[in-house]
C-alpha cells in the first residue's frame, strides 16, 4: 500500500472540489464533495501506476500561513 499527499481546493465558480498531487503530471481530478473526490483521485492514481512508479517532479513539504500588515 502506498500514499500520496494531495492538495484539494474549491472552484469558486463551480463549487467542485478539485484535487492533484504536486510534481505529478495527470495526478489530478475532481468531485463534488471529499468522499467523491479521493476515490476519483484512487482511480487516476491507479491509472498513472499501470506506467510504473512516478517520478514526481516536485515534493510537498507543507503549507504555512503569513501575516501581513
Request: glycine share 8%; no cysteine; charged share 25%.
Amino acid at each position: 500500500m502506498r500514499s500520496y499527499r494531495f492538495v484539494v481546493e474549491r472552484d469558486p465558480a463551480t463549487g467542485v472540489l478539485v484535487g492533484y498531487v504536486p510534481g505529478w503530471p495527470g495526478a489530478h481530478t475532481q468531485g463534488a464533495d471529499m468522499d467523491e473526490l479521493q476515490q476519483n483521485l484512487r482511480e487516476v492514481i491507479e491509472m498513472l501506476l499501470e506506467d510504473g512508479q512516478p517520478t514526481l517532479e516536485s515534493e510537498f513539504v507543507d503549507v504555512r500561513t503569513v501575516q501581513v500588515a
